[in-house]
C-alpha cells in the first residue's frame, strides 16, 4: 500500500514537473527569438541611419568648397571669354588629395546653356548636361544647389553655385565629390557597403569612373570587396533592394537604404552588412541561461514543497496515533521540552540565537557536528557563523560586519534574498540555505533569531550535472526556432494591419490636438485685438462729434489717421504672427531655443497681463535646439496654456508665476498652482484624459505635447510635484521637464 502511494506521487510529481519545464523552455525560446529580432532590427536602423548622416555631411562639406571657390573671379572672366584655359583646377584637386580626405574632388563650369564649359579630370567638353534635373533647376531657378545626382562619369555628390555678373547669368560652377570616403569610414567601423546608382541610369553613364557593374546597377564605391559583391549578387540584387527590414546571410546582417533626391525621386542605393560576430547578445544568453536556472530552481522548490506535504500528510496520521496514545504523557511535559520536542522534529538544522551567541538548537545541529550535548558545542563554537566557511560570494554569508549588521541581521534586513552557507563536514563541503526569522518567546523580553539551516547539497551537485544536460539543448532550441519562425511569419501580416490602425488614430489624434490648439490661438487673438479695437473705436467716435460740432482741424484730423492706422497694422500683424504659428515644418533645421519661446510669450502676453500671471524665461540665448521649430512651439504653448488654466482654475492663488528655465540640458516649466493630484500625476499624458470640465478641454493636449517632443523631436518629458523659491517665498507646483 505505501509502495504504491510512493509510485502514485512520484508519477504524478513527474507529470507536473515535465508541463512545467516544457511551457517554460516554449516561452523562453520563444522570448530569446523576439529579443533578436528586436536588437537585429535596431542595428538595421542604426546602420541607416549612419548612412544618412554621412551622406548629410558630405552634401554640407561639399557645398561649403563650392561657395568658396565659386567667389574666384576667374570664373566669371573665362565664361565671359568663353576661353576655359583661364581656369585651371587640377592642381588644387591633386593638392586636396594630399592634404585631406577629399580624395577624387572634381571640379567643373557648365554655361548658362547648360553645356560642360570645363572638366577638371578630363578634355571632354561642349557636351549638354541638360539630361540631368539639378542642372536644369539651376538654370532656371538661378539658385545654389547641393544634390546627389548620376551624370556621364558617375553617381557623386554636386554642389552648384550659380555664376553672375551684373546681375547677368553666365553659368553654374560644381564641385562634385564621390562616395568613397563615406564608404571607406564605413570599412573602418567594420561595416561592409556597396553604393549602387540606380539601374534607370545605366545607358546616362557613358564613361563609369569605376568601371564596376552589378547587373544593372553601377558601383559608384572604389573600395567595394569583390566578395561582398559575390555575395549580393548570389542572394539577388533586387530581393535585398526590397529589403524592409533586414535579412541574415552567411552570419552578416544586410540591410538596404535608399538615395532619394528631388521631389522624392529614387537615385541610389547602400547595400549595408555587418558580421554577427561583432554584434553584443551577451544579455539575451545571459538572460536564457539566468531563465533555465529559474526553471530548475522552481522545479526543485516544488519537489521540496510536494515532498514536505506528503511528509507532513503522512506524519500527521501516525502523529494523530500517538497522541491517543501518549495523551496522558503530554500533559506533564514542560513547555521548554514542548519546545525542544518542535525543534528536533526538523530535519534540518534549527538554531536560535540573538546574532551573536547560541541559545538553543535543535539534535540536527548536534549530530552534524558530533557533539553530544549542545554545551559541549558552545565550549568551541560561541556562534554557528564561526563554522561558515568563505566562498567569496555574496550570498554565501560568514562571520563578518554586514554595513554595521550581523549576518543573520543582514538576512533580515534583505528578505527577498536567498542567502547560503558552506559548512566542511569531515573533509566534505555542505551547502545550506539559510531561513532566518525574528520572534519573541513567551515570557521573554529579548526578541530572538530562528535560523534553519537547510542542506541543498545534493541540489547544488545536480545543478552541475543539469549544466552538463543544458549543453544537449541546441538541438532541440533548434527545432523550437523552426516553428517559431513559422508562427512569426503568420503574424507578420496581423502586425501590418494593426499598424495602419494605429497610423489613423494618430492622425485623428493629430487632427484633434490642431483644432483645440486653433481654439487656444482664436482666444488669444481676441485678448490681443480688444485694446487696439477700443482705440480705434474711440478715435472714430472722437473724430465723428468732432465734425458733428464742426470744430475738426487739420491737425487733429491727421493724428486721428494715423492712430486708427497703426492699430490697423498691430491688428494685421497680429493675424500674421498667429498664422506663421500653425506653418507645418517640411524640414528639420537650428533654431534658438529662447527665441521661440519669447514668441511663444509674446503670442499670450494680452491673455497672461489679464490674467495677471508672469512669465520668468531664465535661458542662455545662445543655446540652440535641431528639429522642427513650430511643432516644438506648439508642444511648448500646450504646456504653458495648462499652467494658464491652473492657474486660473483655483482663486486661492495669490501668487502667479511661470518659471522657465534651462540646465543641464533639461527645460523646465513650472507653476505655481499647486501641483497636480498625485493619484492621477501619472495619467495626465494619456489621451482624452482631463480633469476639466467637457466643454473646456478635450484632454489630448499633453498627448499630443508628449507625442511632438518624443516621437518628432527624439526628447523625453516627464512631470513631478516640486517646491521652489519666489520672492522669499516658499511655492508649490507641477514642473515639466523636458530632456533635450
Known amino acids: 500500500m505505501l509502495k504504491n502511494k510512493f509510485i502514485l506521487n512520484f508519477l504524478f510529481f513527474t507529470i507536473i514537473s515535465l508541463i512545467i519545464y516544457s511551457i517554460s523552455t516554449f516561452y523562453i525560446n520563444k522570448e530569446e527569438k523576439k529579443q533578436l529580432s528586436e536588437k537585429y532590427l535596431n542595428i538595421s536602423n542604426n546602420l541607416k541611419n549612419t548612412v544618412s548622416n554621412l551622406i548629410t555631411d558630405k552634401k554640407n562639406a561639399t557645398l561649403a568648397m563650392a ?24 592642381n588644387f584637386s591633386s593638392e586636396l588629395r594630399r592634404t585631406t580626405r577629399f580624395k577624387n574632388v572634381w571640379f567643373q563650369i557648365i554655361d548658362k546653356n547648360g553645356n560642360s564649359f570645363y572638366r577638371s579630370w578630363t578634355d571632354k567638353t561642349t557636351d549638354s548636361l541638360k539630361f540631368r534635373k539639378d542642372v536644369q533647376k539651376v538654370i532656371i531657378n538661378k539658385k545654389i544647389l547641393a544634390s546627389i545626382s548620376v551624370g556621364r562619369f558617375d553617381m557623386t555628390f554636386k554642389s552648384m553655385v550659380p555664376i553672375f555678373h551684373n546681375n547677368d547669368f553666365l553659368g553654374i560652377f560644381e564641385v562634385i565629390t564621390h562616395f568613397n570616403s563615406i564608404s571607406k ?35 559608384a564605391n572604389l573600395n567595394a570587396q569583390d566578395s561582398f559583391i559575390k555575395l549580393i549578387k548570389k542572394e539577388g540584387i533586387e530581393n535585398i533592394l526590397n529589403l524592409k527590414k533586414y535579412k541574415i546571410v552567411n552570419n552578416n546582417i544586410l540591410t538596404h537604404f535608399e538615395i ?3 521631389d522624392e525621386n529614387l537615385i541610389g542605393h547602400v547595400i549595408l552588412s555587418i558580421n554577427l560576430d561583432n554584434v553584443n547578445i551577451h544579455d539575451i544568453k545571459k538572460f536564457k541561461r539566468n531563465s ?9 522548490l516544488f519537489a521540496l514543497l510536494y515532498t514536505i506535504v506528503s511528509y507532513y500528510i503522512y506524519s500527521k496520521s501516525i502523529q494523530k496515533l500517538n497522541i491517543e496514545l501518549e495523551n496522558n504523557l503530554e500533559k506533564i511535559k514542560t513547555q521548554e521540552k514542548k519546545n525542544q520536542m518542535i525543534l528536533d522534529s526538523q530535519k534540518n538544522i534549527i538554531v536560535i540565537t540573538d546574532g551573536y551567541y547560541i541559545k538553543n538548537s535543535n539534535k540536527q545541529l548536534l549530530e552534524f557536528f558530533n557533539f553530544k550535548s549542545l554545551e559541549k558545542f558552545k565550549e568551541k563554537y560561541e556562534c554557528i557563523c564561526q563554522t561558515f566557511v568563505d566562498m567569496n560570494d555574496k550570498y554565501y554569508l560568514i562571520d563578518k560586519d554586514y554595513n554595521g549588521k550581523n549576518w543573520a541581521e543582514h538576512i533580515l534586513a534583505n528578505p527577498n534574498e536567498k542567502f547560503k552557507a558552506a559548512i566542511k563536514k569531515e573533509d566534505t563541503l555542505r551547502h545550506f540555505t539559510l531561513n532566518v526569522n525574528s520572534t519573541i518567546f513567551d515570557e521573554e523580553e529579548i526578541p530572538y533569531i530562528i535560523v534553519t539551516l537547510t542542506d541543498i ?19 532541440m532550441v533548434e527545432n523550437k526556432t523552426k516553428e517559431l519562425k513559422e508562427l512569426n511569419e ?58 458733428e460740432l464742426g470744430i475738426v482741424d487739420n491737425n487733429n484730423f491727421n493724428t486721428t489717421c494715423d492712430l486708427i492706422l497703426k492699430n490697423s497694422n498691430y491688428l494685421s500683424q497680429t493675424i500674421e504672427d498667429f498664422k506663421n504659428f500653425f506653418k507645418k515644418d517640411r524640414i528639420k533645421s537650428d533654431f534658438l531655443l529662447k527665441k521661440s519661446i519669447t514668441e511663444n510669450v509674446t503670442l499670450l502676453k494680452d491673455k497672461l497681463k489679464h490674467d495677471q500671471i508672469e512669465v520668468l524665461v531664465n535661458i542662455d540665448e545662445k543655446i540652440e535646439l535641431f528639429g522642427y521649430k513650430n511643432e516644438f512651439q506648439q508642444a511648448l504653448l500646450n504646456i504653458i496654456n495648462n499652467s494658464i488654466d491652473a492657474l486660473n482654475s483655483n482663486d486661492e492663488i495669490k501668487i502667479k508665476v511661470i518659471k522657465i528655465e534651462y540646465s543641464n540640458r533639461i527645460l523646465s516649466i513650472t507653476d505655481s498652482a499647486k501641483g497636480i493630484e498625485e493619484k ?37 518629458v516627464d512631470v513631478e510635484n516640486i517646491d521652489f523659491e519666489y520672492n522669499n517665498e516658499i511655492l508649490h507646483g507641477a514642473s515639466f521637464k523636458i530632456h533635450l
Open 67 to 90: 561657395m568658396s571657390i565659386a567667389k574666384d573671379k576667374k570664373i566669371a572672366e573665362a565664361l565671359l571669354t568663353k576661353k576655359n584655359t583661364h581656369v585651371d583646377y587640377k
Open 185 to 219: 569610414i564605413l570599412e573602418n567601423n567594420k561595416i561592409n557597403s556597396l553604393v549602387l546608382a540606380d539601374k534607370q541610369f545605366k545607358d546616362k553613364i557613358i564613361y563609369p569612373f569605376s568601371k564596376k557593374f552589378l547587373d544593372d546597377y553601377y558601383i
Open 292 to 300: 533555465q536556472a529559474y526553471v530548475f530552481l522552481f522545479i526543485f
Open 680 to 716: 492621477i500625476l501619472n495619467r495626465i499624458f494619456e489621451p482624452y484624459f482631463t480633469t476639466k470640465h467637457q466643454s473646456q478641454g478635450t484632454g489630448i493636449g499633453l498627448y499630443m505635447t508628449r507625442e511632438i517632443l518624443t516621437k518628432h523631436m527624439g526628447f523625453n
Open 490 to 547: 503568420s503574424l507578420e501580416k496581423r502586425v501590418i494591419e494593426e499598424s495602419d490602425k494605429n497610423k489613423e488614430k494618430d492622425r485623428m489624434l493629430f487632427q484633434q490636438n490642431k483644432m483645440a490648439a486653433m481654439g487656444e490661438m482664436l482666444s488669444n487673438i481676441a485678448h490681443q485685438w480688444r485694446q487696439p479695437l477700443a482705440s480705434i473705436s474711440a478715435a472714430i467716435s472722437s473724430l465723428k462729434l468732432q465734425k
Open 260 to 262: 532619394v533626391e528631388f
Open 457 to 475: 547539497t545534493q541540489e547544488i551537485e545536480q545543478q552541475k550535472k543539469l549544466k552538463v544536460l543544458n549543453d544537449n539543448l541546441e538541438i
